[in-house]
């Protein structure tokens, strides 16, 4: 089941991933748009920025 986050406005963003570099990294990104959404992996957890964004940072 893909992964979504109502921020504190109301907003509804899903959560989209793509490759970057030639390692295997990820960019984690929020998206309104649904389609193509992926989990959010275990070792991640969402933050809300001052301004009601989400955002995907590494658990500690």
Do not use: C, F, T, W
């Given at each position: 089941?893909?992964?979504?986050h109502v921020n504190s406005k109301g907003q509804t963003y899903h959560?989209?991933?793509?490759?970057v570099g030639t390692k295997g990294s990820?960019?984690?990104f929020f998206s309104k748009?649904?389609?193509d959404s992926i989990d959010l992996p275990d070792?991640?957890?969402v933050?809300?920025?001052p301004t009601?964004?989400?955002?995907?940072?590494?658990k500690a």
């Open positions: 089941m893909a992964y979504s959560l989209h991933s793509r490759d990820k960019l984690y748009k649904p389609e070792n991640m957890q933050i809300e920025g009601g964004l989400p955002m995907v940072k590494k």
